[in-house]
T-cell receptor
């Protein structure tokens, strides 16, 4: 299957700093990428959907100014957590697909810890 | 809105035991149903899927049948192996235009002991 690489796999940052997480499709062009957040013992919650070259669509309750998403190319999307706080600590997962109703491939996730 | 209710874990079984992980859903229209698996340290991988009622998805000895009458998509395997230890997620994708997002269950951690 297609490969989606997410980097870094783990990151620890101080409160008030910003952290960037990258999601790359290694062997296919991803017209759409998704960003999820997963709390312990809870399901993956969709944060936003991004289509290449356009602004991301955020789910209700997700602060777009806090979670900046950029999908500048067909192989790269980034999620920047701005002014991070301890409550932003979580597991963030991206997925990518080539088109509507096609299979979505997932990255391995990023464990963010804000101290 | 769409929702997925999944059997809570963790589930611990002995090797060669029979596995069932229950999954029920709520959705409008005719969603597609999926099981994803997440092995330690890896991303989610599609295990199997079914796109319409009575379809049976199967892969690696796992099976699940799309039951519209009971709104269920239970995952089964006749004889589990240690290598099946992972977290399993049931998910659905809406069928209506503009509602094609994946909705996940909470995940079930499965541990198989030799």
């Amino acid at each position: 299957g297609a490969v989606v690489s997410q980097h870094p796999s783990r990151v620890i940052c101080k409160s008030g700093t910003s952290v960037k997480i990258e999601c790359r499709s290694l062997d296919f062009q991803a017209t759409t990428m998704f960003w999820y957040r997963q709390f312990p013992k809870q399901s993956l919650m969709l944060m936003a959907t991004s289509n290449e070259g356009s602004k991301a669509t955020y789910e209700q309750g997700v602060e777009k100014d806090k979670f900046l998403i950029n999908h500048a190319s067909l192989t790269l999307s980034t999620l920047t957590v701005t002014s991070a706080h301890p409550e932003d600590s979580s597991f963030y997962i991206c997925s990518a697909r080539t088109g509507m109703n096609t299979e979505a491939f997932f990255g391995q996730g990023t464990r963010l810890t804000v101290v | 809105g769409n929702s997925v209710t999944q059997m809570e874990g963790p589930v611990t079984l002995s090797e060669e035991a029979f596995l069932t992980i229950n999954c029920t859903y709520t959705a409008t229209g005719y969603p597609s149903l999926f099981w994803y698996v997440q092995y330690p340290g890896e991303g989610l991988q599609l295990l199997l899927k079914a796109t319409k009622a009575d379809d049976k998805g199967s892969n690696k000895g796992f099976e699940a049948t799309y039951r519209k009458e009971t709104t269920s998509f239970h995952l089964e395997k006749g004889s589990v192996q240690v290598s099946d230890s992972a977290v399993y997620f049931c998910a659905l994708r809406g069928s209506n235009f503009g509602n094609e997002k994946l909705t996940f269950g909470t995940g079930t951690r499965l541990t198989i002991i030799p």
